[in-house]
C-alpha cells in the first residue's frame, strides 16, 4: 500500500503532547481529525518524535499509508487544522519508509531569555540572573564526551538502552536569547530538559562543570534539574537519509 509522509510544525501550548492520549488532546489526534474530515475516510498516524505537553517544534513528521489518491493538500488541510498546527506537506515515499526508524538525527533547540519580553513570553524561558557564558559552554562541550545519559531521562522511561551519540552540543547567543543546540541520534524522555536544567545550575555557579560531569556519571535522574519548562523547548529538525 503506498506511504506518505506529513510535514508538520506547531506551537505546543495547547496540547498535551505529539502523541495520541486518552482523555487529553495531541498534536496526532489534531491531525487525523482533519485528514478524516477532508479525505472521509479514517488515517491512522505514525508519529517521528514524541515530543511532551507544551514543547513546540519546527519539523516533525507523521506517516501514513492509504489507497486514496494523495495530492499534497496541505493547504486544504491546514484550512481545518487549529491555528497552532501547520501541515507543511505532503510527499510520497518507499513503502517501507518509517519516519521514526528511518531518522538519522534529530536537533533540539532550548530558547532563554534575561530582560522581559512580552514578544518571548511562552516561547522562551525567561531567566533575569546573569549566567556566565563560558561556563555554559564548558558544560555543553562535557557532553560530546559522553553517551550514557541515564541521569538526564526521567523516571519511568520505559526504554532498554539509555546511550546516545550526541554530534552537536553547543551554547550560541542569538538576538536576545541564550539558545542551546543539542542535536543526536535519539533522545531519551525529558533529556534536553534535564540538560538544559542542570548546565543552567553551572552558569549561575551553583555547581561546577565537574560537578556536572559527575552527574552524567552517577548515572541517576535524582542528581540532575529537570525543572526548566517546557515552553522553552523546539524540535527544530529531523534528518532523513
Same mark, same amino acid.
Given at each position: 500500500?503506498?506511504?506518505?509522509?506529513?510535514?508538520v510544525? @506547531?506551537?505546543?501550548?495547547?496540547?498535551?503532547?505529539?502523541?495520541?492520549? *486518552?482523555? $487529553?488532546n495531541? %498534536?496526532?489526534?489534531?491531525?487525523?481529525k482533519?485528514?478524516?474530515?477532508?479525505y472521509?475516510?479514517?488515517?491512522e498516524?505514525t508519529?517521528?518524535?514524541?515530543?511532551?505537553?507544551?514543547?513546540?517544534?519546527?519539523q516533525?513528521?507523521?506517516h501514513?499509508?492509504?489507497?486514496l489518491?494523495?495530492?499534497?493538500?496541505?493547504?486544504?488541510?491546514?484550512?481545518?487544522?487549529?491555528t497552532d498546527?501547520?501541515?507543511?506537506?505532503i510527499?510520497?515515499?518507499?513503502?517501507?519508509a518509517?519516519?521514526?526508524?528511518?531518522?538519522l538525527?534529530?536537533?533540539?533547540?532550548y530558547?532563554?531569555?534575561?530582560?522581559?519580553d512580552p514578544f518571548?513570553?511562552g516561547?522562551?524561558? @525567561?531567566l533575569?540572573?546573569?549566567?556566565d557564558?563560558?561556563l555554559?559552554? *564548558?558544560? $555543553?562541550?562535557? %557532553?560530546?564526551?559522553?553517551?550514557d545519559?541515564?541521569?538526564?531521562?526521567?523516571?519511568n522511561?520505559?526504554?532498554?538502552?539509555?546511550?546516545?551519540?550526541?554530534?552537536?552540543?553547543e551554547?550560541?547567543?542569538?538576538k536576545?536569547?541564550?539558545?542551546?543546540?543539542?542535536?543526536a541520534n535519539r533522545?531519551?524522555?525529558?533529556m534536553?530538559?534535564?540538560?538544559?536544567g542542570?548546565m543552567?545550575?553551572?552558569?549561575k555557579?551553583?555547581?561546577?562543570?565537574e560537578?556536572?560531569?559527575t552527574i552524567?556519571?552517577s548515572?541517576?535522574c535524582?542528581k540532575?534539574d529537570?525543572?526548566v519548562?517546557?515552553?522553552?523547548?523546539f524540535l527544530s529538525?529531523?534528518?532523513?537519509?
Open positions: 500500500m503506498p506511504r506518505y509522509f506529513i510535514e510544525a @506547531y506551537k505546543g501550548t495547547n496540547y498535551s503532547g505529539f502523541q495520541v492520549q *486518552q482523555n $487529553a495531541s %498534536i496526532q489526534a489534531e491531525v487525523e482533519a485528514l478524516e474530515i477532508f472521509k475516510q479514517k488515517i498516524l508519529g517521528s518524535s514524541r515530543t511532551d505537553a507544551g514543547v513546540h517544534a519546527l516533525n513528521y507523521f501514513f499509508d492509504t489507497d489518491p494523495i495530492k499534497d493538500d496541505a493547504y486544504n488541510l491546514n484550512a481545518i487544522l487549529p498546527i501547520v501541515v507543511k506537506n510527499r510520497s515515499v518507499d513503502d517501507e518509517h519516519c521514526r526508524f528511518d531518522a538525527s534529530r536537533e533540539y533547540h530558547f532563554v531569555y534575561r530582560h522581559k518571548l513570553q516561547m522562551a524561558y @525567561y533575569p540572573y546573569s549566567v557564558m563560558d555554559l559552554r *564548558q558544560a $555543553a562541550a562535557e %557532553i560530546k564526551k559522553h553517551t545519559f541515564t541521569s538526564f531521562a526521567k523516571r522511561t520505559q526504554v532498554n538502552s539509555f546511550i546516545c551519540n550526541i554530534s552537536v552540543s551554547w550560541v547567543e542569538e536576545d536569547c541564550l539558545v542551546y543546540k543539542v542535536k533522545f531519551l524522555r525529558g534536553v530538559k534535564g540538560l538544559v542542570t543552567l545550575l553551572v552558569g555557579k551553583k555547581i561546577s562543570v560537578d556536572f560531569k552524567i556519571e548515572r541517576d535524582t540532575a529537570f525543572s519548562p517546557s515552553h522553552g523547548l529538525a529531523v534528518i532523513f537519509p
